[in-house]
C-alpha cells in the first residue's frame, strides 16, 4: 500500500459545480511512487493533445503512461509540480531512511475524516493549530 496521487475526470457538464461529486466515476489514480517525471511542458505534441494550453500543462510519466494535466494559470502550474515533486522526493528520502514518522506523514487513519486537509509540512503555523 502506498499513497497515491488521486483525480477525478471532470466532463464539460461538470464544469459549472460548486461542489464536487463524492462518487467514484472517473476517479483516476497513481501511486507516488510510480512516478518518475513530472514535466512542465513548453512543447506539445497537437496530435495527441490539440486543445492543451502549454503555459498551463504538465504531464506526469510512470511507467506504464504519460498523463497530462492542465492548471488553471501558469504560476499554479508551477506550484503544483514543485509541490508534487517535493513531496514525492520527501516519501522516498524517508522510506530510505527508515524514518517511521512517514507512517504519521503519509498513512493517515483520519485521511478519510479530514478531505481536502494538507499534511502538516505544507501547512503554516496558524493551520496547524486548526
Known sequence: MQP??????????????IVPSVSNVG???????DIMRV??????DRTTYPFAKR???????????????????KAC???FCTGLKLCIA????????GDYSVLDE????????DPGRPPSILRSPTQISA
Open 4 to 17: 497515491k496521487f488521486v483525480w477525478k475526470i471532470m466532463q464539460e457538464s461538470e464544469a459549472d459545480w
Open 27 to 33: 476517479v483516476r489514480k497513481v501511486e507516488l511512487l
Open 39 to 44: 514535466i512542465e511542458k513548453d512543447e506539445i
Open 55 to 73: 503555459e498551463r500543462s504538465f504531464i506526469l510519466e510512470t511507467l506504464n503512461e504519460t498523463i497530462m494535466f492542465e492548471a488553471a494559470s
Open 77 to 79: 502550474r508551477d506550484k
Open 90 to 97: 520527501r516519501l522516498g528520502s524517508k522510506i530510505v531512511m
Open 106 to 113: 503519509f498513512f493517515s487513519p483520519f485521511g478519510a475524516v
